[in-house]
């Protein structure tokens, strides 16, 4: 079972990539990362292969979720729940409910209005006590759990932006974050203007240098930062191996891939890239235990005898 958040947050400064599915969260927490942000944009572009417009339904949301939780994540996982799937305040409550049953460590949402998204050409914000009262009803859900309730803001001016997030926080939020900042400058006006736990909403690029990092943020107070690469890495994984593979006509280039060492044993031995699959430390025990696999030899129980 993932560690709740605010177990991880009081351990410093986390660094929270986005993930989408089963593959993308095993590879944040094999890097290294203390959480996840499960991203609404990716999963609109990988799961439902259509651009982000701020469409993504709740079930969904609950169907991908609750299965990267249960069986192939410890870490935590910050859901991007956005605009709470509607603009309509009476039928919130029951689909964040779900959102919070289904495993989340904490949920985000953001002012943009329902169908306004990373891709929709324009920006799009409900009214500030609209805004407050999805925190409200956010909060509500996830009373008497250890899911944590952050909020996000789009608002283009910094003023705007603040007051939208103190609303938030007095309707319950327990971490605030504003999308207009990018520099350092920013993240030291926004430590000064606005109180409160607050995290980075996305570490940028200015001329080929990071416009702040993490160790400034931290030095500021912010207790997490958003990272966002892997779907990106995903898509140029796919590419590489693809090509490779395409122009030799044979699968050399990815059968014999250690991924940087990642698939070498102990004794330098290369293993098949599945071993890196948290899954196989419930399902292979279970196989074994109620199927007779024997005739697949040693070899398909290796990484599931190792986690008994």
């Not at 593959?23 to 094999?30: C, L, N, P, V």
């Not at 039928?91 to 985000?108: C, F, Q, T």
């Not at 890196?276 to 279970?286: E, V």
Request: a negative charge; glycine letters at 8%; aromatic letters at 8%.
């Amino acid at each position: 079972m993932a560690l709740s958040l605010r177990s991880v947050l009081s351990k410093g400064l986390i660094l929270a990539p986005d993930t989408w599915d089963g593959i993308s969260t095993r590879a944040a927490e094999k890097m290294g990362a203390r959480a996840g942000l499960f991203s609404a944009t990716a999963l609109s572009h990988c799961f439902r292969g259509i651009p982000d417009e701020g469409v993504l339904g709740v079930m969904e949301m609950v169907w991908t979720v609750s299965r990267v939780v249960e069986d192939n994540c410890s870490i935590p996982l910050i859901i991007d729940v956005r605009s709470g799937f509607s603009d309509n305040l009476r039928v919130m409550p029951y689909d964040l409910e779900r959102i919070v049953k289904a495993g989340a460590a904490a949920m985000m949402l953001d002012d943009r209005a329902y169908g306004c998204g990373a891709d929709s050409p324009e920006l799009t914000l409900v009214p500030e006590e609209v805004f407050a009262g999805k925190i409200a009803i956010a909060k509500k859900a996830a009373e008497n759990t250890d899911c944590m309730i952050l909020a996000r803001s789009f608002a283009e001016d910094p003023d705007e932006a603040v007051s939208r997030l103190r609303a938030a926080q007095k309707a319950g939020a327990e971490m605030v974050g504003a999308a207009y900042a990018h520099t350092k400058e920013q993240a030291e006006e926004l430590s000064k203007t606005l109180p409160g736990k607050k995290f980075w909403n996305d570490l940028t690029v200015s001329g080929g240098s990071p416009e702040v990092t993490c160790e400034e943020l931290e030095k500021l107070g912010y207790g997490l930062a958003l990272i966002t690469f892997l779907e990106q890495a995903s898509w140029f994984g796919n590419l590489e191996f693809g090509i490779r593979n395409y122009q030799n006509g044979n699968t050399v280039y990815a059968d014999l891939n250690d991924l940087d060492g990642l698939l070498r044993d102990q004794n330098g031995n290369l293993e098949d890239y599945h071993v890196i699959f948290s899954y196989w430390k419930k399902w292979m025990p279970l196989e074994k235990r109620f199927m007779d696999l024997s005739e697949l030899g040693d070899e398909a129980y290796q990484f599931g005898r190792n986690q008994e």
